[in-house]
């Protein structure tokens, strides 16, 4: 009793209250306290290769908490992806787990991404953290706010300006505007890269920031220093988790890399975000909820997976009244060239249009391998003149009536003079695919119709000379 008493005069002197229950309320707030000297922990009770199991934070963790892991190798870092009665769920930052049993595990509370001005020009990993070997990042004070917070559908700003991203082909068959989200579909190897840095070099932005999820760890700098461009670099932030990284990493570089665009949309940019891949992403979203225990629905992928990707991707697009924009240009990996997998259907789902790259126009040599029949731009009706939606409109149906008959011509079937339209489609198609060819080193085209129609008139009057 005496030693209560003594508790009691304290906290009383320390000015807290007299009350035993508030006594321990304030000691366990004092643990649960970031800047408190005594950390309430667990100890690691399973290991697996890609998650580690901890008993003794189920009370007080919370889902996406970052937790410090201290081992004999040192210290690492993971997040809880599961919470149990008993135990909760941590995947690992790191390669691997590299947890032993009985190791401490800590709490440091939900991950705190703060951007900064000056990131531009910078090229950092999915925990912001700088690895181009420049100066260490400065920090935008952590305002409290919640940065994946998506604008209100009635609150957000109306779609209606549209830009021009130089590469003729889109600009002509699937215009885009400002805070547009638009998926470029393609299977692997078939110019996809190439085609993202090209549209990232558009000059209607004030920032420009990519992520390269999954990428092969060799071609990153070849990608952000010769395809992008040392001159658009100045104005873009890149956020880089390799394929060989951890699952944990690769999901959070899409997190981190839309933090960076919101940050820039709240002081009014015009932001352009290239997310390569979503595909990517979602693999690494399946490989984390599978080792929850998280059953497959879907050709191996959980429910999950197809609840985090709008997630995400309706976070980009018009921002509210007074701020800016995140113009998406986000590429769907589809596997084994099938347009109907689950992840690129619900994707084009969510996206305000498809470019659709085709292997078959690859193998012609024609780049970027646009397919415009099977491409879309659901705003294109806000970029069109309606003198350009009518010659679009003609274009396409010479294109699909060439293509359609392309068998017929191959068998020497075809004599002209039957069919006028056909006709025209036979002299004009091939010149209008020359048109559209571009490349990188061509450079920008400003007015591309002005391009298309100065070409045409170019080779027919070649041909009306021979």
């Known amino acids: 009793m005496a030693a209560d008493r003594s508790l009691i005069r304290i906290t009383e002197r320390d000015g807290m209250p007299e009350n035993r229950l508030a006594v321990l309320e304030h000691v366990w707030r004092r643990f649960d306290d970031d800047t408190a000297m005594l950390k309430q922990g667990g100890l690691v009770a399973e290991v697996s290769p890609t998650h580690y199991k901890v008993n003794g934070l189920s009370d ?36 691997s787990p590299d947890a032993g049993i009985g190791d401490a595990v800590f709490r440091r509370g939900p991950l705190t991404v703060t951007p900064h001005s000056s990131w531009r020009g910078r090229t950092i990993d999915a925990l912001a953290r700088a690895i181009d070997g420049g100066p260490p990042l400065l920090r935008s004070p952590d305002t409290g706010a919640h940065h994946d917070a998506t604008p ?134 399946r490989e984390v909820a599978t080792g929850t225990g998280e059953p497959p629905v879907a050709r191996g992928y959980p429910a999950s997976v197809f609840t985090d990707l709008p997630k995400l991707l309706e976070r980009a697009g018009p921002g509210l009244e007074g701020t800016g924009s995140i113009t998406a240009i986000i590429s769907v990996l589809v596997d084994g060239d099938d347009h109907n997998d689950p992840v690129a259907d619900s994707v084009r789902g969510i996206l305000d249009g498809h470019v659709v790259l085709d292997r078959t126009i690859a193998e012609q040599g024609r780049y970027p391998p646009v397919n415009p029949l099977a491409s879309i731009s659901r705003l294109a009706s806000k970029a069109w003149t309606p003198d350009q939606r009518t010659l679009v409109t003609k274009l396409k149906s010479m294109i699909s009536r060439f293509e359609d008959t392309r068998d017929i011509r191959l068998l020497g079937a075809y004599q002209g003079g039957a069919d006028p339209e056909l006709d025209m489609a036979v002299r004009q198609v091939p010149l209008i695919y020359e048109a559209l060819t571009q490349s990188p080193k061509d450079g920008p085209s400003i007015d591309p119709f002005s391009d298309l129609a100065h070409h045409l008139r170019g080779r027919q009057s070649a041909d009306a000379g021979d």
């Open 60 to 95: 007080i963790a919370r889902l996406g908490d970052v937790v410090e892991h201290r081992s004999r190798s040192g210290s690492r870092q993971g997040e809880i992806v599961h919470i149990g009665r008993d135990d909760v769920v941590v995947a690992p930052f790191e390669r």
């Open 152 to 285: 209100g559908a009635m609150a957000r700003q109306r779609v209606g300006t549209s830009f021009t991203t130089g590469v003729r082909v889109i600009d002509i068959f699937t215009p885009l505007c400002f805070g547009q989200r638009m998926g470029v579909f393609a299977g692997s190897g078939v110019g996809k890269s190439t085609l993202l840095a090209m549209l990232a070099g558009a000059d209607a932005f004030d920032t420009v920031v990519v992520a390269l999820v999954g990428e092969r760890g060799r071609e990153v700098r070849e990608f952000l220093e010769d395809t992008i461009g040392e001159e658009a670099m100045r104005k873009t932030v890149a956020v880089v988790a390799t394929s060989d990284e951890s699952a944990m990493m690769r999901r959070r570089a899409p997190d981190t890399a839309m933090r960076v665009a919101e940050h820039f949309r709240d002081q009014g940019h015009r932001v352009l975000l290239v997310l390569d891949s979503i595909t990517r992403f979602a693999h690494a979203l």
